[in-house]
């Protein structure tokens, strides 16, 4: 009497090992594409045992360069007593520009190519390369020749910069301040996304006839102390991907490889098993 014994074949075993792998590869790209706590934090090499960190603060004092929009406002006293104001002309459009950006280029007072800007009853002044204080000062010295008891106001109507990459709201911003830090333009931008980095963050700053480029870490400390921490006039902050939307782009071309291969291994095995 004899009993008919089923023995496992190597390529039934080899199906069942490649089978019982799938979990184990899913898993490993889950966990790949998991982001740590570091990774979602700012500032995250602080000293956190005094509770107390101090950085110097080196706010840039921007100089104005040609095609910046300057806003001029000039009061003087009348014989009345009363201040008036003596550029009506362009204020009254100025008064708009919150709400109409095109206005401060139609009558905003431009700095042309030169350097000089033109500013009635003073005519052109040489002003590029100063900063808007002095500026201010200028101005007031030459109104001063002119009336008794003017009061000057300078302000810089250009304050643009551009956030890209991969932030939520990505585009072009009018800063109404005098002083703008990078993490203030991320967050006005939406803040990272998730498919961003933070430690790959590239500021790009025209400086005259030259471009200068700086690499901060906003996860790093450092980020405080570097001279990209302070926004200038047309400053582009571009915030690189991270590796997890390069294989989450990649992912269809991958899970297609993994496919092919599966595929054609299985019907190998199914056409060796049919032959033997």
Do not use: W
């Not at 459009?93 to 030169?114: K, L, Q, W």
């Not at 009635?120 to 008794?148: A, C, N």
């Not at 991969?166 to 109404?176: C, I, K, L, Q, T």
């Not at 500021?203 to 921490?229: E, F, N």
Request: aromatic share 8%; net charge negative.
């Amino acid at each position: 009497m004899t009993t008919d014994r089923k023995t496992a074949r190597p390529q039934d075993n080899n199906r069942l090992t490649m089978k019982n792998s799938l979990p184990l590869i899913a898993l490993i790209f889950l966990m790949a594409a998991c982001s740590t706590q570091k990774e979602l934090s700012y500032l995250n090499n602080l000293d956190e045992i005094s509770g107390q960190n101090q950085f110097p603060m080196d706010v840039p004092d921007y100089k104005v360069q040609p095609r910046d929009i300057l806003y001029v406002s000039v009061k003087a006293q009348t014989p009345e007593g009363a201040l008036t104001e003596m550029l009506n002309d362009r204020n009254s459009a100025n008064m708009n520009y919150i709400s109409n950006e095109g206005g401060a280029y139609m009558m905003g007072y431009s700095i042309d190519p030169e350097g000089n800007v033109t500013i009635p009853m003073v005519g052109g002044i040489k002003v590029s390369g100063l900063t808007i204080y002095q500026i201010r000062d200028l101005f007031q010295e030459k109104i001063d020749s002119l009336f008794r008891h003017a009061y000057v106001e300078v302000r810089l109507m250009s304050f643009k910069y551009t956030v890209i990459g991969e932030v939520r709201a990505p585009g072009s911003y009018v800063n109404y301040n005098d002083q703008l830090t990078v993490l203030e333009a991320i967050g006005r931008a939406g803040g990272i996304a998730e498919t961003g980095t933070k430690e790959k963050i590239l500021v790009i700053r025209p400086a005259g006839d030259q471009t200068i480029t700086y690499h901060i870490d906003l996860q790093d400390k450092s980020l405080l102390s570097s001279p990209a921490y302070f926004l200038t006039p047309n400053d582009v902050v571009i915030v690189q991907p991270n590796p997890k939307k390069v294989f989450s782009v990649n992912l269809p071309t991958i899970s297609f490889i993994i496919a092919t291969i599966t595929g054609t291994i299985s019907t190998t095995l199914l056409l060796i098993n049919y032959f033997n």
